[in-house]
């Protein structure tokens, strides 16, 4: 089996969670992993801690490579949603053409089984694969879309038609004719691609922790969990490694810290 190529894309706030999410990766994947990272301004200091984790304690592969932000123009931006987010939707002008196929992982998520069935799916001539949450079809309706909102936290890429398909122009433009987009490249990627995602069972692949009492509605228990699902996505604020985090499923991020 070809190494998986992780994407991960971070400012320095999120190298802990990241390191979190990437020691869960190492426990449950035998896959051999190489971690490419995008970012806008980490320090040497701050790169080179996190290549000898990686590489030493993790015996993943890893790149580093810088972007550059001014690239993008004027797009929104949050403090929740940096820059960085939208070097998921540049990829493929970043990493060098060699690369055909990337996993993108938000820092956020934390992986409970391998992941390798994901990085293999055919894509079917998609682009993406990704989940559509329950939660989020309220932002169908606003970007007036005719397929369901995909979720980004977890994305399987094809890197070879992702380089065709997106360019900058398109996406400052979309954003110049939108006057909110509260959830910045996920709205991007949505609005103009979202017809290029296969969709992939959210309870497998990105489970929505914060909406957790939706799935345990329909059945789906924290042993269930715990046994069958892949990624869990700790979105929105606060996180589970902050000391004023009350949300579902706590302990289990917890015994991966």
């Known amino acids: 089996m070809l190494p998986i190529n992780l994407l991960v894309t971070v400012d320095e706030r999120y190298i802990p969670p990241l390191k979190t999410m990437l020691t869960s990766l ?10 490419w990272l995008i970012h806008r301004q980490l320090s040497a200091d701050v790169l080179a ?14 790149q580093a490579i810088q972007a550059d932000a001014a690239s993008l123009g004027d797009v929104p931006v949050t403090d929740q949603y940096p820059v960085e987010t939208y070097y998921r939707l540049l990829c493929g002008e970043i990493l060098p053409k060699s690369v055909h196929r990337v996993l993108y992982l938000d820092p956020d998520t934390l992986i409970l089984n391998a992941v390798a069935d994901l990085w293999q ?22 970007l007036g879309l005719a397929q369901p909102y995909f979720n980004t936290g977890v994305l399987l890429i094809d890197l070879d038609r992702l380089r065709q398909l997106v360019d900058v122009q398109a996406i400052n433009q979309f954003v110049a004719t939108h006057d909110a987009l509260p959830l910045v490249d996920q709205d991007v990627l949505n609005g103009l691609y979202g017809d290029q995602v296969v969709e992939v069972d959210d ?6 922790v914060p909406n957790f009492a939706q799935y345990e509605a329909a059945g789906v228990t924290e042993n269930w969990v715990k046994t069958h699902t892949k990624v869990l996505h700790y979105q929105r ?11 579902p499923l706590a302990t289990i991020y917890h015994a991966n810290q």
């Open 203 to 208: 309870r497998l692949w990105n489970l929505d």
């Open 49 to 62: 801690a996190l290549a000898s984790f990686i590489t030493t304690q993790l015996g993943f592969k890893f």
């Open 26 to 35: 190492k426990r449950h994947e035998t896959t051999p992993v190489k971690v």
């Open 237 to 247: 604020q606060p996180k589970p490694w902050q000391s004023n985090y009350q949300g």
């Open 121 to 142: 799916l055919p894509l079917a001539g998609k682009t993406f694969a990704a989940v559509a949450h329950q939660g989020d079809q309220n932002s169908r309706e606003r």
